[in-house]
């Protein structure tokens, strides 16, 4: 066997131990992981999730074969018609003009492709055009660089970042459908075990939908480049129960807590900028620039899942920002260290 055989034979394998190495590793996934750390389109909890997993894997099986078949043949010839010794170094004759090869190469590729066109049209079609039931949550979600605010209108809620919708079971189905805007610049909502991939653009609302089946925290992010933070602006969704989300919901509607302990840290939110761009439910502060809080500390993160929601962090992110999130819009807002330690504790009352 010649060197040039034995080097494109290496090749060959090493390309088919990747593919097969790179399947195992997203088939790794369990599938009832809903942990914070799973993002795998291979372990879907929704009904569209489902779907674009199912043409998923019908394309994969679909160029599997292909790759399968065209390996099989480029093996075939680099045996059958390697170089031989008695060769002298001659070119093979050439063969001109086969009708059949020339039907074959046309036809089949035509056919695959017009196959793998109808079932993606077919999934795009049962996604996009779903009508909305009844009982369906209807979201708002709008974009900003670089957080994500989600808006109950029916429910009267406004919150940031994490976004919480009921648990939809084939007895009570309760889909939640998300109207899609941008403040700024384009982004992308994604939670891959959730829903594909839906922009959200200026002055172009879009929807999308998604119907978990079981619950625990389905983490996505912005999966279109947006400015510096783009990599950092992340989202969960907590998918709960019926009871939870009640219980959710209600706290949600409370206004902030009046807590005596932390009126000079209130004092402090009030006299700075702070209340310019952020709200605070039952008080003066009423901006729209950045997150609501009147629940702050009911989140599990602050800057759009930058960083967990702990004392530490907390401080850290308002007297220095760019240590968490280079590049982001908030200010550093220069406080003293008693005026910190004041707003810090504010801050930790708005549950």
């Avoid at 929704?46 to 390996?71: E, R």
């Amino acid at each position: 066997m010649t060197r040039r055989m034995k080097s494109s034979l290496c090749y060959s394998w090493r390309i088919a131990l990747l593919i097969f190495w790179s399947a195992r590793l997203l088939w790794a996934v369990e599938p009832g992981g809903s942990t914070a750390q799973n993002t795998s389109i291979f372990s879907p909890a929704s009904t569209p999730a489902q779907s674009i997993f199912d043409l998923s894997v019908f394309v994969l099986v679909v160029t599997g074969i292909i790759f399968l078949a065209v390996f099989a043949l480029l093996l075939y010839s680099v045996v059958r018609f390697r170089g031989r010794a008695m060769d002298g170094g001659r070119e093979p004759a050439p063969v001109y003009g086969s009708m059949q090869i020339e039907l074959a190469w046309t036809i089949i590729p035509t056919l695959i492709v017009v196959v793998l066109f109808l079932a993606t049209a077919r999934v795009i079609h049962a996604i996009q055009d779903a009508p909305e039931p009844a009982g369906a949550l209807d979201v708002i979600a709008i974009g900003h660089q670089y957080w994500w605010e989600f808006r109950y209108p029916t429910l009267g809620i406004v919150t940031a970042n994490e976004l919480h919708i009921p648990v939809s079971v084939s007895g009570h189905p309760t889909p939640t459908f998300l109207q899609l805007l941008s403040v700024d610049t384009d982004h992308s909502f994604w939670v891959p075990q959730l829903a594909g991939k839906t922009d959200l653009i200026p002055n172009h609302p879009n929807r999308m939908w998604m119907d978990s089946q079981r619950t625990g925290v389905f983490l996505g992010q912005c999966a279109q480049y947006c400015g510096t933070q783009h990599a950092k602006m992340l989202l969960r969704v907590s998918v709960d129960g019926p009871e939870d989300f009640a219980s959710w919901v209600h706290a949600q509607q409370k206004l902030a807590v009046e807590d005596a302990g932390a009126i000079a840290g209130r004092r402090v939110f009030e006299r700075n900028a702070c209340m310019n761009c952020h709200a605070v439910g039952g008080m003066p502060a009423n901006g729209r620039f950045g997150p609501d809080l009147t629940h702050l500390m009911s989140r599990a993160t602050i800057a759009a899942g930058a960083a967990e929601n702990t004392h530490e962090n907390l401080r850290l992110w308002i007297q220095n920002p760019s240590a968490i999130k280079p590049g982001s819009l908030m200010p550093a807002m220069k406080l003293s260290d008693a005026d910190l330690d004041a707003v810090v504790s504010y801050m930790e009352t708005l549950r």
